[in-house]
């Protein structure tokens, strides 16, 4: 049966680009055939900062009688709007669909629609072509040899890096799916070929020439090669590994690698064909996975395979998020479906890298699906050790992860909660509810890492009722910084916390929903230098129902400040709040402390040991006052590594400290002033305005 909207979609694309291609089509009538093949979405990335291409194509049957065009894919030349307007139809679906048009202008590659076309499920299609997430998967890897060039890896080190043959100890496209999937998906080297690798030889040039064209001639001569015309009843997946210098649609060489979604068929630019994320990336459209963004950045969510991927053979180390891992079901034994809409949720959450971890409790979850709205969200505690030790999404590491997915099936990361840390998905329901995701705890120190998540209707507060909301920015040494708030007529019970903050000169936000009542924060510093302004314009702020009670950022140690009353009775009294010391405002221009001007220019070199390079620090401090002046850049060093770091000084007499490095070097004003190995502590003092220094 086919389906009446799609019909008139087709009829509109076909009218909204019969302009430019009229003429052509006049004058080529005896081209004109009737077109029968199935939808298939092609998705290419690209390298560097280049944006991807999604393109629509037909995908001939593998038994037509036209040896010409015999399973080959032909581009249906859509312009851009048009092939989002498909994306986001429900009713298309990537190698599900099949297409039907009485009149169409085939050539080579492409075929141009001139006239009414409809599309239908192809039930029968679908069944034969559901890839299974779980079982064993036949793959062969295609080496190219043309006229003008060839894939530059060989034989071998394709069997390496794809199949881990001769190197079973780095990452690859078969160690990285068994390990996400802990072996319920595995992936095999066809043995139809010597290693699971087979080389085309072609019998023309490919430089210049479009990838889709390459693509055909390639599976044209595997067809040769094989002695089938159906390349899928052979194998379930092809890597093709074309020579460097073929032609995307956008008519760049720099494209990284492509696949169809819900295809047997993908393809990569030369080196990229050893890629180990490309190939989990690619190979995931395959199994019909989408691209994972974050917010409205294409490709930017990087806690996963679907988004960017890296040239390199065996990083990083990493899974897909917990959108995805939805999708693929290897968890679902660990997966929980809530509805906040009927009843609210507590649970606890732990990473995938603890799968098999036997002490998780049986109740904790993988996958948290949020369901009651037009869009699913979900929820994953995003681990960072073992199997995803590599996880490149920024500020993620150990945090709760919330996802989105729309209508087209890509995901969208929307927040990185913190413990106690909260985020709001508005619209949700009929559009008019909000629901609230909290990382209620983390807890990293008990086997396995444990975060209790709650979500829940955000209900409207009541006359009694208002949001407590704390405001802080960090410094420049974050986890220096806790806090608390305390209710007063309630035994000291803690309403809100927090600390260990791992970003600098970050803005963080928590709230609760509080009954009025009088409350004490209590803030403290483990160096003893506040939140400003020695090392940054770092300040907090407490409001309730948008009232500020509490702020400040200038104290030595600790801080305590209490407003408020014990009296449920009414509301807090916003007119008279009456802290026990007067807070101070954030402030407004640069502290005198933060220098402005380049009077001494520094750069340190240093070498971290083998072992406890988090060890690692140095320190300019004046010679005349104990403050430290600048502390090391980076918050946490690496063992065995290098850094340079530079920056500026005011005009002073300073002392330099550094403990624990392999080799050290300073430099002042670009003059070289001491260095040192193999030592614990050492100490350089009075340099600058105090000594007789060249600088």
Known sequence: MYSKTIFFLFQLISISTATHRRANLRSRQQNDQSLDCTLVLTETQFEGDLPEEHRWECEMDSDLNDEQLRGHYLDLNLGSDEVLTLQNMSHIQSGKTKLHASHALIEKSKAILHDKAMVEQDTSREAARKLSVTGKREVLAVRVVANDKSTSSSENELAKEIFGIGDPNGNNLKKGYAQCSYNQLQIEPSPRAYNGIHTVTLNESVIGQSMLDVKNSVLDQLRIDFSNFDLNSLFDHVMICLPHGTKSNSGSTNWAASAVVNGYVSFFNDSWCTSFSAQMHEIGHNLGLRHSNEGNDNYEDK?????????????????????????????????????????????????????????????????????????????????????????????????????????????????????????????????????????????????????????????????????????????????????????????????????????????????????????????????????????????????????????????????????????????????????????????????????????????????????????????????????????????????????????????????????????????????????????????????????????
């Open 303 to 695: 806690s996963g395979f679907m988004g960017h991927s890296y040239n390199h053979p065996n990083l990083p180390n990493m899974c897909f998020n917990t959108a995805k891992n939805y999708e693929l079901g290897w968890y679902a034994d660990k997966t929980t479906i809530v509805k906040p809409l009927k009843n609210k949720w507590s649970g606890q959450l732990v990473g995938y890298v603890d799968n098999q971890n036997p002490s998780t409790p049986s109740m904790a979850s993988i996958v948290t699906k949020i369901e009651g709205s037009k869009f699913d969200y979900f929820i994953g505690f995003n681990r960072k050790t073992g199997i995803n030790s590599g996880n490149q999404e920024e500020d993620a590491a150990d945090k709760v992860l919330i996802h989105m997915v729309g209508s087209n099936g890509e995901s969208s990361l929307l927040a990185k909660l913190g413990s106690g840390e909260s985020y709001d998905i508005s619209e949700f329901g009929d559009m008019s509810e909000t629901i609230v995701v909290k990382a209620d705890t983390i807890d990293m120190s008990s086997n396995p890492a444990i975060a209790t998540v709650s979500v829940m209707k955000k209900e409207p507060t009541t006359f009694n009722e208002g949001i407590l909301k704390m405001t802080l920015k960090t410094d420049r040494y974050p986890s220096e910084t806790s806090w608390r708030i305390v209710d007063n007529c309630n035994d000291d019970k803690v309403v809100m916390e927090g600390g260990n903050y791992g970003t600098k000169h970050h803005i963080y936000e928590q709230w609760e929903t509080v009954s009025n009542s009088q409350f004490t924060l209590q803030i403290s510093d483990t160096y003893g230098d506040g939140l400003c302004c020695g090392q940054g314009e770092g300040f907090f702020s407490v409001t309730f129902d948008g009232v500020e009670f509490a702020s400040g950022g200038e104290f030595a140690k600790s801080e305590s400040l209490t407003w408020g009353e014990c009296n449920n009775s009414g509301p807090i009294h916003h007119d008279t709040p009456s802290p026990t010391k007067a807070p101070t405002a954030p402030p407004t221009s640069s502290p005198s402390a933060s220098p402005t001007s380049c009077d001494i220019t520094y750069q340190v070199f240093l070498q971290t040991p083998q072992s406890n390079g988090s060890a690692t620090s140095w320190s300019f401090a004046s010679d005349l006052e104990p403050t430290i002046a600048l502390r090391s850049n980076v918050e946490s060093y690496q063992s065995d590594s290098l850094y340079i770091e530079q920056g500026c000084l005011p005009s002073d007499c300073y002392n330099f400290k550094i403990h624990n490095a392999a080799v050290y070097g300073l430099k002042i004003n670009d003059v070289s002033i001491a260095q040192s190995s193999n030592f614990v502590d050492q100490e350089i003092t009075l340099f600058g305005t105090c000594q007789d220094i060249a600088i």
